[in-house]
């Protein structure tokens, strides 16, 4: 069977986005997504999206596999792709328009900005240790500056789950943590029972932070927008940041706002088409 396939990046964290519109169930399974994304033996891809039909009164599903084949509940990059995407099956629509996106973190709306960029709400973070899921917790219940034991070290790390569930530490150089020698020790610690994207966070100033991230299911990526949100919440909830921060990551910068009015994370950044072509499944 052919499939037709785009290729989407956001900041250079790059997905395979297939039009599902047309049935329910994804259109390829999670060892063929796993293959596609292969960057010697597929298409090469962090990710597949699987651009559904709506659920519930929204617009249109979001579903997609990780490059080893997982489903992660949320994609900050790619439903910026996503956003983009529909706005090319559907031929084109002005600035501002917004959709409603099923998600398994819940309904999240992007918003189409000019010059690629697209604008997120992306719901209410989630800080209830057991929501996470994480068994770190104080005794106030907050999974906030805990100390975590890996590889040897004692870190401190605070949990926040934007529908998909983040550990972040504050370090004072984030270009000298040996991240591929760690991030899979964090991504499968016991304290995280649906294992964990692991964020290190620099400090440059309270409006602006650099991060490096090790993402569950995929491993080093250029960046991750999930990933980006629940590290500026850890840095409002930790005294390290402002609400509204811009966040560099090796891809390029996203701008994130933890709003006081509403408690809901917007995030801010491009999203652009790569590819398009056809592959024998
Ligand atoms: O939670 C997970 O398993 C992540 N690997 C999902 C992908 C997150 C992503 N990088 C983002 O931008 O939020 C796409």
């Given at each position: ?6 290729k ?10 297939l039009?599902n519109?047309?049935q ?11 293959k596609l994304?292969?960057r010697?033996f ?6 597949v999206?699987?651009?559904l039909?709506?659920?519930?009164g929204?617009?249109y ?13 949320m ?6 792709c ?16 917004t959709?409603d ?5 819940g309904m ?16 209410e ?16 219940g907050?999974s ?22 983040h550990c ?20 499968t ?6 294992k ?28 991750c ?10 840095g409002?909830?930790t ?6 921060c811009?966040?560099e990551?090796?891809?390029?910068c ?7 009015a509403?408690?809901?994370v ?7 088409i790569?590819?398009?072509g056809?592959?024998?499944?």
């Amino acid at each position: 069977m052919a499939l037709e396939f785009t290729k989407y990046q956001g900041l250079g964290n790059d997905f395979i986005l297939l039009d599902n519109r047309q049935q329910t169930e994804p259109l390829v399974t999670p060892e063929q997504a796993a293959k596609l994304c292969d960057r010697h033996f597929g298409i090469g891809a962090d990710g597949v999206i699987f651009a559904l039909p709506g659920t519930d009164g929204s617009d249109y599903t979001m579903r997609i596999y990780n490059s080893d084949g997982s489903e992660p509940e949320m994609c900050g990059n790619g439903i910026r792709c996503m956003a983009r995407f529909i706005d090319q099956l559907e031929g084109g629509n002005p600035v501002g328009k917004t959709y409603d996106i099923h998600t398994l973190a819940g309904m999240i709306r992007p918003q189409l900005e000019a010059e690629e960029q697209v604008r997120v709400d992306m719901g209410e973070p989630i800080l209830t240790p057991a929501e996470i899921p994480t068994s770190l917790a104080d005794d106030a219940g907050k999974s906030v500056n805990q100390p975590l034991d890996v590889v040897g070290k004692t870190w401190t790390v605070t949990c926040v789950s934007m529908g998909n569930p983040h550990c972040i530490t504050f370090v004072d150089d984030v270009a000298a943590i040996p991240l591929e020698e760690i991030g899979a020790d964090f991504e499968t610690h016991s304290a995280f029972p649906q294992k964990i994207n692991t964020e290190f966070i620099e400090v440059v100033r309270p409006d602006y932070i650099k991060m490096r991230v090790w993402e569950r299911g995929a491993g080093i990526t250029l960046a991750c927008g999930t990933g980006a949100c629940a590290s500026v919440v850890a840095g409002v909830l930790t005294g390290n940041c402002d609400r509204l921060c811009t966040v560099e990551l090796p891809g390029g910068c996203l701008q994130i706002e933890w709003s006081k009015a509403d408690n809901h994370v917007y995030m801010t950044g491009p999203a652009e088409i790569s590819f398009q072509g056809s592959t024998a499944l």
